[in-house]
C-alpha cells in the first residue's frame, strides 16, 4: 500500500524558514515524479512543485518560484520541500503527493497534509 | 498561473446526474489530454477519480466519467449518492511544464 507521511510543518514567524519531509512507502521513490501540493485553510488545493525521478529537474508556481526548494533522497525514500522567505499567505496544509505510475499523467496517491502556519 | 474555471457549486438529487465544468486557456491545458479530477471531503485528503480527461483509477466507481472539448473539460457523476458530496477539484499540465488546479466546485447532494 502505497503511504505518504509528511512533516515538519508548524508555527514560524514572517520571513522565516522551514523544511517539510515527506516519507514514502509501499512503492520505490525513484520510480515517481514527486509534488507538493498546498491548501489555504478553507480555500482550494494549488499546486507549489514537481520533481524528476532522479531530482535533476523541477519546476516550481511562480508564488514560491526562489523562496522554495524541492529535492529528494531516493536512498532515504524521502521527499523534501525548503521554505525560505516564508510569507502570511504561504500559509496552509501542505500535502505531499506521488506522480501517476504508467500512463497516467498527474498525482495518483496522496499523504495526509502537515500544517504550516506563518504569523508572528 | 491563474485557476483553472470551474463553477462554485453544484447540486443535485439522489439518482440524478451532474457535470462539473473546468475552463482555462490553451496554455493550461498544453495540447494534452492531462487533465485529471480529484474528490475531497472535509478534513481530508484528495482521491484520484479521473485521469488523462476520461480515464478512472482501479477502484473509482463508472458513475464517474470525463471528457474535454477545446479548453474545456468536464467531469460527469451519474447515479448521484451521498457520499458524492464533497469538493470536486479539476488538475491539468501546462505548456509551462507546470501544473494548475481549478478553483473547486462544492457538490451538494439534496
Known amino acids: 500500500e502505497v503511504q505518504l507521511v509528511e512533516s515538519g510543518g508548524g508555527l514560524v514567524q514572517p520571513g522565516g524558514s522551514l523544511r517539510l519531509s515527506c516519507a514514502a512507502s509501499?512503492?520505490?521513490?525513484?520510480?515517481?515524479?514527486m509534488h507538493w501540493v498546498r491548501q489555504a485553510p478553507g480555500k482550494g488545493l494549488v499546486w507549489v512543485s514537481r520533481?524528476?525521478?532522479?531530482?535533476?529537474?523541477?519546476n516550481y508556481a511562480d508564488s514560491v518560484k526562489g523562496r522554495f526548494t524541492i529535492s529528494r533522497d531516493n536512498a532515504k525514500n524521502t521527499l523534501y520541500l525548503q521554505m525560505n522567505s516564508l510569507r502570511a499567505e504561504d500559509t496552509a496544509v501542505y500535502y505531499c503527493?506521488?506522480?501517476?505510475?504508467?500512463?497516467?499523467?498527474?498525482?495518483?496517491?496522496w499523504g495526509q497534509g502537515t500544517l504550516v502556519t506563518v504569523s508572528s | 498561473q491563474s485557476a483553472l474555471t470551474q463553477p462554485a457549486s453544484v447540486s443535485g438529487s439522489p439518482g440524478q446526474s451532474i457535470t462539473i465544468s473546468c475552463s482555462g486557456t490553451?496554455?493550461?491545458?498544453?495540447?494534452?489530454?492531462?487533465v485529471s479530477w480529484f474528490r475531497q471531503h472535509p478534513g481530508k485528503a484528495p482521491k484520484l477519480v479521473i485521469y488523462?480527461?476520461?480515464h478512472r483509477p482501479s477502484g473509482v466507481s463508472d458513475r464517474f466519467s470525463g471528457s474535454k472539448s477545446g479548453n474545456t473539460a468536464s467531469l460527469t457523476i451519474s447515479g448521484l449518492q451521498a457520499e458524492d458530496e464533497a469538493d470536486y477539484f479539476c488538475?491539468?499540465?501546462?505548456?509551462?511544464?507546470?501544473?494548475?488546479f481549478g478553483g473547486g466546485t462544492k457538490l451538494t447532494v439534496l
Open positions: 488523462d480527461v476520461s
Open positions: 490553451s496554455s493550461d491545458f498544453g495540447g494534452y489530454n492531462y
Open positions: 488538475f491539468s499540465f501546462t505548456t509551462s511544464n507546470t501544473h494548475v
Open positions: 509501499g512503492f520505490t521513490l525513484f520510480s515517481n515524479w
Open positions: 503527493a506521488r506522480g501517476c505510475d504508467g500512463d497516467c499523467h498527474g498525482i495518483d496517491h
Open positions: 520533481i524528476n525521478r532522479d531530482g535533476t529537474d523541477a
